[in-house]
């Protein structure tokens, strides 16, 4: 598209060449200064400049306006506020004035110097606060008067914005004009001419409505007339030109899209290769290996009787051994599949590489002029052939039917096509993505992630094997460590009972473990027997002291130690039959 290069580098300094090859809606609401930007508009910009400045400036001055408004509402406020405080009471009073009594009427004039002051304070402070109004009110009043002044220049200057932009817009017009009339002179050009003439246009009836001032638009409207002549010149005079570039664009598309085109022929063949039957027939027997439940929770740590656990142990044996053996069915499905998930693997590689060949001449060879391309093509689409090239409509209808018979195709519809698909690329990934024998290849990374968690459920399982094992050494620990607690506090006076039903329940608690053959709970029996025995001696020792201890105390003390002595016999008839009981299981 070296043609539109040479538009590009004759107008991208006055204008926003990609905003008209592919944004520019006529109906579409823009601000001025949006429209500013777009053709770049140094007189409007200029204006804008000078008054911005002239805000700043405005803003300043009433920033120094509003100083002194704050001010002196200051000053009002607070002397408003110190005449409220220093507001007098009433003077006092001479009823009881005792006026024989020379100290009384001295205190009483005093008071009465002290109010009297008390009041002159107070009417001067008003005073005061009288002339703050005064100058609060003034400076509000300046204030007020000079924002309404600038609030009015400032809008007379805004005023100026619209004959800038109108200014701007004709300039531009008439440039491009200018230039595409010097274009035409050359004849070397001719393609670029009709090109320009044919943005100028467009950038005509874009801004034409935009322009605010008649007497502007009837001066663009003479350079639309002579952008008309240009192009009657061109199509008359050298349509050959004209035809030649537009076909050479149609077939520069055509070509790029039938590269496309192929490379999604040859993915769509290799598709068909897939093998699809297998999938469907697999399909049932993967899902129902990847649904397989891999549950590892049992519970288990709160379990002291030795049979009890032994059936839990007896579960999770077996677990682990259907387990094992699905570990087993998974790798033998595998290996049956492992020919189909080859073969669509070989034919997904191949795929995908046509479907980056197929972005790749998008990026690479499409893209750097897609723009340039369509808005070139553009002269082919019916709605802008109305618009902008109404004259010569026959034309270009007939040129429109020479180029499709050159490229074997609609040029129009072919552009569309390329902007939905982008050149093809979007259905070639939708059709990737949603082929079948495609999507079930991801079940061969699935299943070697189903079969791991089963190698991992097995490692769980045998450490929950261990723990198991472990467990009864555990509780038996446990169960010596509370005893032991429970027996050493008994000896203390009245912790003896305290304690009593604590020993019986961690024995009852115990009993199915200590009745069993489990070494550590054998083991467990046999120290508890023993320290059962040992703190027998010891209540019965207590309570002995105890009881010969109270023939030796004041009366008032002997209930206390007889009562000591009872509870130590309580606990050592309770330590000795458990002991007892120990030995017997």
């Known amino acids: 598209m070296e043609p539109m290069k040479v538009v590009r580098g004759q107008v991208s300094s006055m204008i926003d060449v990609d905003f008209f090859l592919t944004e520019a809606d006529q109906n579409a609401k823009y601000e001025d200064d949006r429209i500013a930007e777009i053709i770049k508009g140094s007189v409007y910009q ?55 009594n020379p100290n009384s009427v001295a205190r009483h004039n005093e008071k ?46 805004l005023e100026e914005l619209k004959p800038a932009l109108d200014q701007d817009i004709l300039t531009l017009l008439g440039k491009m004009q200018q230039l595409a009339y010097d274009n035409i002179k050359n004849k070397n050009n001719l393609f670029a001419a009709f090109l320009l003439s044919y943005m ?66 040859t993915t769509e063949e290799n598709l068909q290769h897939l093998p699809y039957q297998q999938c469907t027939d697999n399909q049932g027997e993967t899902q129902r290996l990847l649904s397989l439940p891999i549950e590892t929770s049992f519970q288990y740590k709160d379990i002291i009787d030795p049979a009890e656990l032994a059936k839990v142990e007896e579960q999770v044996q077996k677990r682990k051994a259907g387990f094992e053996q699905q570990v087993g069915t998974v790798d033998t499905y595998t290996s ?169 329940a961690l024995i009852k608690q115990f009993l199915p473990a200590l009745t069993s053959r489990n070494s550590f709970y054998v083991q467990l029996k046999e120290t508890l027997a023993k320290k059962f025995q040992v703190f027998f001696y ?9 009881g010969v201890g109270s023939f030796f105390v004041e009366a008032s003390t002997q209930p206390i130690l007889w009562f000591v002595a009872f509870t130590y016999v309580v606990s050592t008839v309770v330590i000795y039959l458990k002991g007892s009981e120990l030995k017997k299981i």
């Open 538 to 546: 010891i209540h019965a020792s207590l309570t002995v002291i105890s």
């Open 336 to 504: 049956k599949m492992n020919p189909t998930f080859d073969a669509i693997l070989n034919i997904k590689i191949f795929v995908e590489d046509q479907l980056v060949r197929m972005k790749q001449n998008k990026i690479n060879v499409l893209d750097p002029i897609l723009k340039d391309l369509m808005f070139t093509l553009g002269v082919f689409n019916e709605e802008d052939q109305e618009r902008y090239l109404k004259k010569h409509i026959q034309w270009f209808r007939e040129l429109h039917k020479e180029v499709n018979e050159a490229i074997s195709t609609d040029v129009a519809e072919l552009a569309r096509k390329t902007l939905d698909t982008d050149l093809l690329t979007k259905p070639t990934a939708e059709l990737l993505n949603t082929n079948a024998a495609l999507l079930f290849l991801s079940n061969k990374e699935r299943l070697v992630q189903k079969k791991q968690q089963f190698l991992d459920g097995i490692k769980a399982l045998d450490s929950i094997l261990a723990e198991i094992n472990e467990l009864p050494r555990q509780k038996s620990e446990e169960c010596q460590k509370k005893m032991s607690n429970l027996l050493n506090v008994s000896i203390l006076p009245l912790g003896n009972v305290g304690v009593l039903y604590s020993i019986i």
């Open 112 to 157: 009465v110097d002290r109010h009297n002051a008390q009041v002159e304070l107070h009417r001067r402070i008003v005073d005061q606060a009288n002339r703050a109004k005064e100058r609060y009110e003034d400076a509000f009043a300046k204030f007020n008067e000079k924002k309404a002044e600038l609030e009015e220049q400032i809008r007379e200057k």
């Open 46 to 100: 200029r204006t804008k400049q000078r008054i911005n400045d002239f805000i700043a400036r405005c803003d300043q001055t009433l920033a120094g306006l509003q100083d002194r408004v704050n001010q002196t509402e200051s000053e009002f406020s607070s002397l408003v506020a110190r005449a409220k405080a220093e507001q007098p009471g009433s003077g006092p009073s001479g009823i009881f004035l005792d006026k024989s």
């Open 200 to 265: 100028t246009k467009k950038a005509y009836v874009f801004l034409y409505d935009r322009i605010d001032s008649t007497s502007e638009q009837r001066a663009a409207t003479e350079i639309f007339k002579k952008l008309n002549d240009e192009l009657d010149s061109i199509i008359s005079g050298n349509g050959h030109e004209v035809k030649d570039g537009l076909k050479q664009a149609a077939q520069y598309l055509g070509t790029c899209f039938h590269e496309n085109e192929t490379l999604l022929k």
